[in-house]
C-alpha cells in the first residue's frame, strides 16, 4: 500500500486529490495539511512513502518543508513531490535543490496523478528527459553560489559516472542497461551506489548533482566532459 500525505493550502485542491486516490486499491491517503508546518509534523507521524506538497503556502512553504523532510533521517523513505501552478519555474528548481523526487502541475490528468505517485514511490525520479533538459538550460547550467561542484566524483568508478550521465538524460535503469550493454539490476547497482557516494536523496538530486559537477554539461545532453 502506498502511503501519500497532501499538502496544499488549497481545500479544493486537497479533495480533489483524494477523491482520485481514495478510488485506488494500492493507495491511501493518510492525511492533509494547509501549511508546510502542519505537513512537516504529520510527515513524522504518519510517515508517508509519497509527500505531495505545494509551492506556495502560508507558515511554512513547500521548499523549507521539502527541505525538512529530506533532512530527517526518520523520513528517508519519504519522496517529497512538488505541486506547482505554473510548470518549471525557479521555485521548483530551488525545491529539487532542497531534495524534491520531482514535481508535477496541478491541473495534470488523473491517470497521469495516479502514474506519478506510484513512480515516486518506487523512488524514481519524475523528470521527463524534455523537462530535465529545460530543467539544466534555466538553472543548472547557472549554479548558485555554495553548489557542490564535483564534490565526491573522484569516488566513483568509470562505470558509475557513466552511469550517472545517463541518469541525467532521464534514461531508466532499463534504458541503461541497454546502453551500456549490461543488466538491469547491474545498471540499478550502478545508480544506488554513485547515489551513496554523492550523497543523492533520490535521482531527480543525481541529475542535479550530475550537472553541477560537469560531469556532464548542457550542450552535451549525455556524454561526459571532453568526450
Known sequence: MIRVLLVDDQPLVRSGFRALLDLEDDIEVVGEAGDGREGLALAGEQLPDVALVDIQMPVMDGIEATRRIAADPALARTHVVILTNYGMDEYVFHALRAGAAGFLVKDILPEDLLHAVRVAARGDALLAPSLTRKLINRYVSQPLPGS??????????????????????????????????????????????????????????????????GLVTPRSSGGQRGE
Open 148 to 213: 557542490p561542484g564535483g564534490a565526491g566524483l573522484e569516488e566513483l568508478t568509470n562505470r558509475e559516472r557513466e552511469a550517472v550521465a545517463l541518469v541525467a538524460r532521464g534514461l531508466s535503469n532499463d534504458q541503461i542497461a541497454e546502453h551500456m550493454v549490461i543488466s538491469s539490476l547491474t545498471a540499478k547497482t550502478h545508480v544506488n551506489r554513485a547515489m551513496t557516494k554523492l550523497r543523492a536523496r533520490d535521482r531527480a538530486q543525481l541529475v542535479v548533482l550530475a550537472y553541477e559537477s
